[in-house]
C-alpha cells in the first residue's frame, strides 16, 4: 500500500509537469481579470491529475470493488467540472447534478449520517427517517464550500491534504488501517498537486490550477471519509468534532450564502466575500493566507479531538463551534472587523 501510495505521488508529479503544456494547447486554463488576481494563463487540470490517479491507486490496491460507488461519484463530477470549465453550466443546473451524484452516494455507498452523538447534552441525537436528506445536504455543502474556497494558491488543495490527514492520523490511533490505507493513497496524489500548487521558496506562483472538476470531487471525497470516520460501529471520530474538521470552508460558504441572500443576490453567484478574499484585501501575501488557513484548520481540529479525548461532553465541543460559527456570520456582515484583525498579519 505504501508503494502504491509513491507511485501515485510520482505518478501525478509527471502528469502536472509533463501536462501542462497539453492542458494549454485544448484551452483548459485560467486566464486572469475580473476578480482574479493572479497574471498569467494557468493551466487548470489539477482535477484531473489528482482523481484519476487516485482512481487508479484504489484499483491497484484492490479496493475498486469497496469503493466503486466513491469511484463512479467522483468520475461523474469530474465531467461536470470539466464540462463547467470549458463551457459554464447554468448554476442551478449544476446544483441539481451535485444534489443527485450526493443521492447516489448516499443509497449505494451507504454513508450516512445516522447520528450527531449528544450534541445539545440530552442524549444522542438519532436521524431516524431525516438521516438521508441529511447526509445529501451535507455532502453537497461539502462539495460547493470546497469550490468556493479555492481562490488563493495552495488554499483548497492544502486544506483537502490537512483535513484528510487528520482523519487518517485518528483513524491510525483508533486501529482503523482501512481508513489509513485509503486516505494515503488520495493524499499522495494531492501533495504532488500542492509542488506545484502552492506557493513557497523557488516557487513564487501557482503553475497548475485545480478546477472545478478537481474542488467538486475533493469535496465530496472529504464528505465520504468524514461521515465514515463519524458514523457506524467502525467510527474512530466523535461527531462533535466533524465540524472542527471542515470547519473553516463550510462556516465561510454559510456565512457567505446568507449575506448573498439577504441582499437579494444569488447565493451561487461569485463576489470576494470570501475569507481569504477579505485576508488579500488586506494585504496578506497570497501564500500566508493559505498557511494561516491550514494552521487554523489543523490546530481547532487538533484542539477539539484532545478535548473529547480529555472527556469533555459534545454539547461543549459543539457549543464553541456554533460561537466560532456565528461569530463568523456576524464578522462577514461587519468586514471592517475582520480587516482590523487581519491586518496584523499583513
Known sequence: MYL??????????LCLFFGRKIALSFGLADKP?????HKDTTPLFGGLVIIPVFVLSLILAGLGDEYWVLIVAAILLLGMGVLD????????????????????????????VTSLGNLFGLGTVELYFISKPFSVMCLVLLMNAMNMI?????????????MLFVLLVVSAFAGGSDNVHVLML??????????FNARYPGHAKA???????GTLALGLIVGWFAIKCAQGADAVIAPSIVPWVVGIMVVD????YLVRAMNGQNPFSADRRHIHHRMIDCGILDGRVTLILLVFT???????????QAGTPDVVIFGLWLVFFFAHIAFTFRPQSYERMFRCFA
Open 4 to 13: 502504491i501510495a509513491f507511485l501515485g505521488f510520482l505518478v501525478a508529479c
Open 33 to 37: 481579470g475580473g476578480r482574479k488576481h
Open 85 to 112: 470549465d470549458f463551457v459554464p453550466i447554468n448554476p442551478f443546473l449544476k446544483f441539481a447534478i451535485q444534489v443527485w451524484i450526493a443521492c447516489f452516494v448516499v443509497v449505494f455507498g451507504g454513508v450516512e
Open 150 to 162: 479555492d481562490g488563493v494558491d495552495g488554499l483548497s488543495g492544502g486544506l483537502s491534504a490537512t
Open 186 to 195: 488520495m493524499i499522495a496524489p494531492l501533495l504532488a498537486f500542492l509542488l
Open 207 to 213: 503553475s497548475v490550477f485545480m478546477g472545478d472538476a
Open 253 to 256: 460558504t454559510f456565512a457567505v
Open 298 to 308: 489543523a490546530l481547532t481540529a487538533a484542539t477539539a479531538i484532545f478535548m473529547h
